[in-house]
């Protein structure tokens, strides 16, 4: 069966060759017949005596000849000539509808399908964290929205650029949005962790995430926060180019403490729709404005946590909330590898 396989290959490239398309053609079969009856003619021509007979036959093997060797190379350039009029257009008009399909195809691509998928880990991935740094520290402006923004203000002070930031946090005022990510984060705590040591810990998380955000403020032109009931599940970072949702409300990574990400490039419906549904919320009256700028005092900042919060900080909290904020930026630096 092999050996059958081989032949018929080899039987196809041979024909598939020019000299035996050429060969294969009406034409060249009459030049065949030629080559035949030239060699036929000077063949029986030298077993006869001289004579007229004999130079007939001469003369129709010689010119015979000659016909079907001119012939076979008109046929030959011919061929080729046929083939740059008829076969090459035919093959660059094809190559440039495929050019043109493709460049079709990449721009559905960049329109609806992320760039880049990372998958959910129970570890930060270096490769994650290095590509949103490119991101942020090449961008102008950049949007947050999130439950308490400590992964923001930790992200700003590991950059050395001056940008816009704008946050959309969790209001820790509502209930229902430190309960909602309460009952979200009992799902994946081990055994024994109760309902009200998670909502204690949002409470700080928040808190810890208003100092930070308070610390980067160096970083920053102006610090513009929202406060929201109950913000979506899923955290977006926005920045000029690009958008990274992480998909806290994918079931599959629920048991994972970093979630599957998405990143999408800017002209993409998703950063298009995710930028217009931020500056909505952002401008809308269904959450509470703040503003901090390079310029707020200490002094002004504890009067806005306390507007933000409902609670009092005293100096001696300050300082104690800006300890485990740093705690929890070097902690976050070191496993993601973004240096200190």
Not at 37 to 47: F, P
Not at 264 to 289: A, D, H, I, K, P
Not at 299 to 304: E, H, I, Q, Y
């Amino acid at each position: 069966m092999e050996e059958v396989t081989e032949v018929s290959a080899e039987a196809k490239r041979l024909r598939s060759s020019p000299l035996q398309e050429i060969f294969w053609t009406r034409t060249n079969l009459l030049l065949l017949v030629l080559v035949v009856i030239s060699g036929s003619s000077l063949w029986i021509s030298s077993s006869m005596t001289a004579g007229a007979a004999k130079t007939l036959l001469n003369a129709l093997g010689t010119g015979t000849l000659i016909s079907a060797v001119v012939g076979f190379g008109q046929t030959l350039i011919t061929a080729s000539a046929s083939q740059r009029a008829l076969v090459a257009p035919v093959i660059e008009e094809s190559r440039r509808a495929l050019q043109e399909l493709s460049a079709e195809y990449r721009s559905l691509n960049n329109e609806f399908f992320p760039t880049d998928v990372f998958e959910a880990t129970t570890h930060p991935d270096p490769k994650f964290n290095r590509v949103m740094m490119a991101d942020l520290n090449a961008t102008r402006q950049y949007f947050f929205r999130g439950f308490s923004g400590r992964h923001a203000a930790a992200r700003l002070l590991l950059s050395r650029t001056e940008r816009e930031l704008r946050v959309v946090i969790a209001d820790p005022r509502d209930a229902s949005s430190i309960n909602g990510r309460a009952r979200y984060l009992l799902r994946r705590e081990e055994a024994g962790v109760d309902y009200e040591s998670i909502k204690t810990r949002l409470h700080e998380e928040i808190s810890i995430g208003l100092v930070g955000l308070y610390l980067a403020r160096s970083r920053c032109a102006q610090v513009d926060i929202t406060v929201v009931a109950d913000p979506p599940l899923d955290r977006l970072e926005m920045f000029d180019e690009s958008v990274w949702l992480t998909l806290y409300s994918d079931i599959g990574g629920a048991s994972t403490l970093y979630p599957r990400t998405l990143r999408f490039t800017e002209g993409s419906f998703m950063y298009n729709m995710e930028r217009t549904e931020f500056l909505r919320v952002c401008n809308s009256r269904t959450g509470r404005q703040f503003l901090i700028t390079p310029d707020t005092s200490r002094r002004d900042f504890l009067a806005l946590f306390e507007k933000i919060t409902g609670n009092t900080l005293t100096e001696e909290q300050f300082l104690e909330l800006e300890a485990k904020f740093h705690t929890f930026r070097r902690e976050f630096s070191t496993i993601a590898e973004l240096g200190s």
